[in-house]
């Protein structure tokens, strides 16, 4: 039974995830231990052998008889001890009072609990499956023997791949023990819970009095505030991301809140949506857009879906079950393109009148992202997104009565390359004049102009297309672009994006120059002394021989 399940992987009908838990699973089979079937439990299968006695006496030596059941029983004890006619009749079969352990009732699970050994409907439908999920600390326990017990009795394998997840610990990596009082349980994340209710939850189970103390004393340095409710989603959608840690998962609450906050965060982008981008009794005009001109950064925006339903799809793929990569493809979509930066861009289109066809194609592409970024996320956030979907305006057009039954945006496809070149150009000009405010103090309030040079004219061109993009991000005023850095109005600092391209910020009323001048002044004092420093070590005689090239 161990050969079978041990060629059974190393052909690869069987397929461990993560693969190198294949080298236990060959370790464990490959030096099998006798196993101890019996145990003293109530529950589990009882053990099918019986002891047969004869007027009070044990029937010879050995008065254990196995068989399905007491008639069996008693048909091989008249063959085993030859016995009459009259003394089988007379003979009683008491059955062991102790159960199989839990692993041999648990490894017949697969079939078992089909109809087997009978050729049920079920058995026919629904064995074997396709994948077990399990925790990687009972590969042996349970998976190895469902694979063995199930190529013995049926001679097919239970399923075809085991996916083993990570063990959660606390966050400081260590096991989860009553003793620790370090036992995170699920609904106190999702419920919320106070430090005291943790601490009345302590002396409600079995943790003897001596560790009460210890175990508290974790509780109050992890927990002084107790747990926030986080709610089931922030927590799926934790773990789920965890899963890229290996082994254990150091499980920190506050990862989870920042989740939790997340989900606020879809809330705001529907409610505004609802409230602001989108006209009451708005109805999309739109809901195709092949072929369809639209603005740079609406282009943008299906790209960037389009690249995040890709990631999501490819973590979600038989085989693979990279969830941190769906996790991160879709907080990134949701975070940093679609709130950072395109409902930024749609702000400005409020003050346009409702019949600007921009502004209306706008709209019909921010309902598009916003209805298929909630399908994309819904398997990994199914309550919130459920709830969201059902808040978007003409839900009820698209098909059906629930995002659970609606199909998984795999049809995005607008991944376009050289709007990703030129929107990217487009977000470095925007960090560099961000950036040159915050060295300059300046808020806000303060939208300084800004002149873009260029050393050709594709990129000056779609500086100059989309000045309203830069002005919007960076907060800014007038963007323009000239033809050389003479053209640059005087009173004006700048910054070099990179080899193509450089924002000028006209300073001039803004700035106090002589304290900037200043502090330029001290900051290169500064580079000059760590200069000279290395200059000294550079001199010494040993430096070429000590300091590797």
Request: charged fraction near 25%; include cysteine; hydrophobic fraction near 40%.
């Amino acid at each position: 039974m161990a050969a079978n399940s041990v060629e059974a992987v190393k052909n690869k009908e069987l397929k461990i995830i993560p693969d190198s838990h294949e080298s236990t699973w060959f370790h464990f089979l490959n030096n099998i231990e006798p196993w101890c079937v019996s145990r003293q439990l109530w529950w589990g299968h009882r053990i099918p052998a019986y002891q047969c006695t004869l007027n009070g006496t044990p029937c010879g030596e050995d008065p254990w008889i196995v068989a399905r059941s007491v008639d069996e029983a008693r048909v091989k004890a008249t063959a085993k001890f030859n016995l009459s006619a009259e003394d089988a009749a007379k003979i009683e079969l008491n059955q062991d009072a102790d159960v199989l352990d839990t692993w041999f009732s648990s490894a017949l699970w697969p079939f078992s609990t089909l109809g087997w050994p009978n050729q049920t409907p079920d058995m026919e439908k629904f064995f074997p499956g396709s994948l077990l999920e399990t925790g990687h600390d009972i590969l042996f326990f349970w998976v190895a023997r469902m694979v063995m017990m199930s190529l013995h009795f049926t001679g097919k394998l239970p399923f075809s791949e085991v996916y083993l997840h990570a063990m959660v610990r606390d966050r400081d990596g260590r096991k989860m023990s009553k003793q620790l009082g370090n036992v995170i349980d699920p609904l106190d994340v999702i419920h919320g819970i106070t430090l005291q209710e943790l601490h009345d939850k302590l002396r409600q189970g079995n943790l003897d009095a001596k560790e009460i103390p210890k175990a508290e004393k974790f509780q109050k340095d992890a927990f002084p505030e107790g747990i926030p409710e986080c709610g089931s989603d922030a927590l799926r959608f934790g773990l789920l991301s965890y899963t890229q840690s290996g082994r254990n998962v150091n499980l920190d609450i506050n990862r989870i809140v920042g989740y939790r906050q997340f989900c606020n965060k879809l809330w705001n982008v529907v409610r505004y949506v609802l409230y602001y981008a989108l006209e009451p009794g708005y109805k999309p005009q739109q809901t195709s857009f092949e072929g369809v001109d639209l603005p740079l950064e609406c282009q943008w925006i299906l790209s960037r879906l389009s690249v995040a339903v890709k990631e999501c799809m490819d973590g979600f793929t038989e085989g693979t079950y990279d969830f941190a990569l769906a996790t991160q493809a879709a907080y990134r979509f949701w975070l940093y393109e679609l709130c950072d930066v395109f409902l930024e861009l749609t702000k400005p289109l409020r003050n346009v009148p409702a019949t600007d066809a921009r502004r209306i194609l706008t709209q019909d592409v921010l309902l598009y992202v916003v209805e298929a970024g909630l399908r994309m996320l819904h398997p990994m956030m199914p309550f919130v997104t459920e709830e969201l979907w059902h808040r978007l305006p003409h839900w009820e057009s698209l098909g059906s009565e629930s995002i659970m039954l609606t199909k998984y945006p795999a049809n995005v496809q607008f991944h376009n390359e050289s709007v990703e070149s030129k929107m990217k150009l487009l977000m470095e000009s925007i960090t560099a004049l961000r950036a040159m405010k915050a060295s300059y103090n300046l808020t806000n309030k303060q939208k300084p102009d800004v002149y873009v040079t260029a050393t050709n004219a594709a990129v000056a061109e779609i500086a100059s297309q989309h000045a309203l993009i830069i002005e919007t991000l960076a907060v800014t005023g007038t963007v323009t672009a000239v033809a050389s850095d003479s053209d640059v109005p005087a009173g004006c600092g700048v910054t070099v994006v990179n080899s193509d391209i450089a924002v000028h910020m006209m300073l001039k009323g803004l700035i106090d120059v002589e304290k900037e001048v200043a502090k330029l002044t001290k900051n290169l004092e500064g580079l000059k002394k760590q200069l000279e420093t290395l200059e000294k070590k550079m001199a010494m005689p040993t430096y070429a021989t000590k300091v590797p090239e």
